[in-house]
Each structure stands twice: as C-alpha cells, then as structure tokens.
C-alpha cells in the first residue's frame, strides 16, 4: 500500500478530532458537546449517508448487475451481525453482543472513502451505485441487531413477538432516517437536489468531526469496558473484518466481475460502523457500552483495514 495514502488516512482531519475527544477527556477538560447539539448532528450524518445514496442511485443506469449488487450488499449487511451477534454473546452482554455485531454488520464511511482513494492511486474504477450499497448496508444490520437484542432479552417473556421487534426496529429514529432519506434521495428532483447539495455534502466533514470529538470523549470515558474484555474484542477486532473482506472479496467474483466492485464490496464488509450505528444504538439501545464498539471499530478495525486489510482483500481480488 502506498505510504502516501496511508499517511493521508492516518492524518485525516476527523480522525485527529477523535483524537482530540480522547485527550480532552484524559486531562479531564470542561469540553462538552450539549446532548441536543449532538442527537442534531447524529440525524444528520444519517440524512446526508441516505440522501446521497438515493441520489447515486437515482443517476445509475439500472440493470441486472446493479440490482443483484444491492442485493448481495444487503444479504452481506444482515448476515454478519447474526453470526457474529452469537459469538460476542457468549462473552458478552446481550446489548453489547448485539450494538457490536450491528456494528461489523454495517460499514464505515470513511473506510468507504479511504478504499476510493485507493483503487484511484491503481487507475481502477468502480459503480456510481457502490455508493447506494453502502448507504443500503447501513440500516439492515442495525435492524437485525435490534431485532436479535429483543428477542433475546425478552426470551423468557411468553408474550413475545417478532413481528412487533420488526415494527419497532423499523420505526426507529436512526433507521427511519437513513432509509428515508434514500428513498427521497431516489424520487427527488435532481435540480432542486442540487439546492441542498452544500448541506448535504460540503459540511457533512465538519459535522462528522464534532460528531468524533464527541465520540473520543465518550471512548475514553468508557475504557474500562474495553480493557475488561481486552483481549477477546481486540482480537475479535482484527480477526472477523479480515474474514468478512477475504469471503466477500472471494464471493463478488459471482456478482460482479469489475475488480473496483468487487474491492468496495471486500472493504464494506470488512468494515464497521463508528457514525450511523453509534448514533442508533444511543437511541435503539442506551444499555450497550459505546466504550466497545467505538474503540473496536475506530481504534482497531479501521487502522488495520488501511494498513493491512486492503492489500489484502485486492491481492486476493487480482488472484
């Protein structure tokens, strides 16, 4: 991997606000993003996630392989955080199994943007409508997390009932809000789309900067929840993105034969999520520690996928 693009990632302005958010928290500073400030900013990101997605997608040419690309994204976005939701639980919490595998199940859009960068150094282009997998791969792990927390803390419960978990997973604000907004990203007029264009994209940074200010301090507060179980989320960190990106990687080849898919396709489902499922579990699921999945897949995940994951999944993509 070039050093030049690593270095760029590693420097990338919202990742050092995150950084910012740790140490603010370390030296015990009076820094505070006020709540209403942030559930803002959380909205947001997933309007601006959505919205764009609908758009892509709306200027796509649709055919077969496009479809079937939406459809694989999707099948990947719900299987990762069944499978994995079983694993964690045997260490874990129900809430903390369940926000972590609605984690791993949905993407980072920063990896998204760093994986962009990538195949752009190696001349390979990608599908305008890779964008709408990604924001389509944002909402069915969170609803699937959702839905297997439910079912699980209500188990004992004789009055149990999937399809009101299905409702209630489907009528959350967070996900309310990205499927939304990718639907009114599809059917919106492109003119009049363009009029919100520099709300929608242009500070969509600068708001994901403060909303990772915010995060870093909420890491830091809840360490001792990742330094309690260290070593098996660390691990579990580096071990299920770098199997989710090789099987994925492997199994594009029967979706789409582009190699610049098939490597957003390895990078998506090696990836987890630190913006949209963040922001609906605070919501969806206030009893999961942020002090786990936000270090498991900002402070582990993501710098492995940059540093190593991405040779990785195109080595075997070229092979």
């Not at 993407?107 to 960068?117: G, N, P, R, Y």
């Not at 699980?152 to 990205?178: Q, Y």
Request: hydrophobic residues 55%; aromatic residues 12%.
């Amino acid at each position: 991997m070039d050093i030049h693009l690593l270095v760029s990632n590693l420097t990338n302005p919202t990742l050092l606000f995150f950084i910012l958010g740790i140490i603010a928290t370390l030296i015990k500073s009076d820094l505070v993003i006020p709540e209403s400030s942030f559930k803002f900013i959380s909205l947001y990101l997933l309007f601006s996630i959505g919205f764009k997605g609908g758009q892509e997608l709306q200027h796509s040419q649709l055919d077969w392989e496009i479809l079937f690309c939406l459809l694989f994204g999707i099948v990947i976005s719900a299987i990762i955080p069944f499978y994995t939701f079983f694993l964690l639980k045997r260490k874990l919490s129900i809430s903390d199994a369940g926000a972590i595998a609605a984690a791993y199940g949905s993407v980072s859009a920063v990896t998204f943007v760093s994986a962009v960068s990538f195949l752009q150094l190696q001349n390979i282009q990608f599908g305008g409508h890779m964008v709408a997998v990604m924001a389509l791969m944002e909402f069915p792990a969170i609803i699937v997390g959702v839905i297997l927390m439910k079912k699980f803390e209500k188990s004992e419960e004789s009055n149990f009932s999937l399809s009101s978990i299905v409702k209630h997973s489907l009528s959350n604000g967070s996900v309310l809000m990205i499927m939304g907004s990718l639907i009114i990203g599809i059917i919106a007029d492109s003119k009049q789309a363009e009029d919100i264009k520099p709300f929608t994209t242009d500070i969509f940074k600068g708001f994901l900067a403060i909303f990772l200010l915010e995060m870093g301090m909420t890491t830091a507060k809840r360490l001792a929840s990742f330094r309690k179980n260290g070593k098996f989320v660390f691990l579990f960190a580096l071990v299920i993105p770098l199997i989710n990106g090789c099987v994925v990687a492997y199994l594009s080849q029967f979706v789409t034969q582009e190699i610049g898919n098939r490597f957003v396709f390895s990078i998506l489902a090696a990836s987890a999520s630190y913006i949209a499922v963040p922001a609906a579990m605070r919501l969806a699921a206030p009893k999961a520690d942020p002090g786990l999945y936000i270090p498991m897949a900002l402070g582990v995940t993501f710098p492995f996928n940059i540093t190593l994951g991405m040779p990785i999944y195109y080595f075997i993509i070229q092979s």
